[in-house]
């Protein structure tokens, strides 16, 4: 690749990425060598190595590849070996950052951008850059995710704090993080003002260290506190670590104190936090506790139309046959990452053939892909855990029996089969010893009504689903 080709990817990424975290992030990389498929760039500092491997690799690989300089990965070195992010974890510094594909990219943004500033807390706001395409514009809305859609576009409006803190909470890749950007978006177009921080509890947690470390705990105190909206995402991150724990308890007290904004995102309730401490629980029920459910077939079409129809300004020309986008929503799982990214290598592999993309071709281009995702839970399995889970026969699931103790179970198990399988009600209901659709659909009306309802029922629901996807 020359200096030219990089030129051409680095005016590409300023689209993708936006002015902010081009600059920060993207601007210093230094091009040193394409060589057996590994790009090598020149980084000022081990904090940038990481963050932009963790964060930007993906995309990176990506418009290296559209412009004929395909790698398969980075190679990030570091040009002068300051102590950085990592020497504050306890680790010696690198003066390589050995680069994963990164799962998503992630920006972060602060209310001014944030400096890859890799020494003391120094003034800046303490936040990570946002991404630019997680907007509430970019996020669909379907039955899964509209309660936790609504509440963060309501904090998103700002004004009077009404919950706090919101509590978002679901499955790996189902737009916890999204919503959160979105937020912090939003907050900042109506009142660029405001000090937003959005960061993940990782980062919280090295923060705190690193202040430690450098005795600088006052300043640390007071840049969290000063902050108008705190966003603290994967909470469950601190759990078991006691003096983060303790120092997260007292930045997240002395802001609700101030009646400031907290919006925090785990992979579970907090009550189902392991080794998250009693009272840190129970603050963060305090406020407004959402999930967000894995993805039915609808909304992943919908997630699916709405990323092709981008693809589609992109590499303007593409296009893939009729059917591909349904298929894919029924084939692939709940995780909205894994969608993205087949779509994205099937527009990659269409910029490469020139043509329209079949139904066959979906398949051989995405084979490893659709084979992960037959490993899907089934309604056999989600019966046979159910009735487990109650303590029932299992031949109680397809019997007749209408008392209580097998009645509700038995709708238990038809909600999980309705959210966790692609089968439809007819389906469902021929597994359910030949009932109606009609009776399915009922009973999973029932289990939503009492989800909210009974305590008790969220939280079996919750534990049965997170052992059947395990
Ligand atoms: N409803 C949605 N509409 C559009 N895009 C979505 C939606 N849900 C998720 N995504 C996309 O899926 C990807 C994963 O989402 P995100 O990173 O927000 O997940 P997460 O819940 O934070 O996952 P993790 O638990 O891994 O942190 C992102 O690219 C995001 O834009």
Known sequence: MTNDTWGRVKSELLDTVGRNNFSNWIEPLEFIELKQGVATF??????????????????????????DATASRLNLVVANQRPAAQAVAGA????????????????????????????????????APLDARFTFDSFVVGKPNELAHAAARRVGEGGPVTFNPLFLYGGVGLGKTHLMHAIA???????????????????????????????????????????DVLMVDDVQFIAGKDSTQEEFFHTFNALVDQNKQII?????????????????????????VVDLHPTDYELRLG?????????????????????VLEFLAQRISNNVRVLEGALQRLFAFASLVGREITMEQTQDCLADILRASDRKVTVEEIQRRVSEHYNIRLSDMIGPKRVRS????????MYLSKHLTSRSLPEIGRRFGGRDHTTIMHGVKKIEELKGLDNQIAEDLEMLRRALEA
Not at 266 to 288: N, T, V
Not at 312 to 322: V, W
Not at 406 to 413: G, L, M, N, V
């Open 185 to 227: 978006h939003e907050l900042k177009i109506r009142s660029p003002e405001l000090r937003v921080v959005y960061l993940s509890a990782e980062q919280f947690m090295y923060r705190f260290v690193q202040a430690l470390r450098d005795r600088q705990m006052m300043d640390f105190k007071q840049l969290f506190r000063s902050v």
């Open 42 to 67: 020149s980084v000022p500092t081990s904090f940038m190595a990481n963050w932009v491997s963790r964060n930007f690799s993906d995309v990176i690989l990506h418009h290296l590849h559209m412009n």
């Open 406 to 413: 097998i009645a509700r179970p038995r709708q238990i198990a």
């Open 92 to 127: 010696a510094p690198q003066a390589q950052a050995p680069v994963a594909p990164a799962p998503r990219a992630v920006g972060v943004a602060a209310s001014e951008p944030a400096k890859p500033v890799a020494g003391a807390l120094d003034g800046e706001l303490p936040g």
């Open 303 to 323: 997630i699916l139309q709405s990323k092709a129809d981008t693809f589609r300004l992109q590499y303007p020309g593409l296009q893939i046959a009729d059917g």
């Open 264 to 288: 925090i995102s785990a992979d579970r309730a907090p009550g189902e936090i392991k080794d998250l401490e009693e009272r840190i629980k129970s603050r963060l029920q305090c406020g407004l």
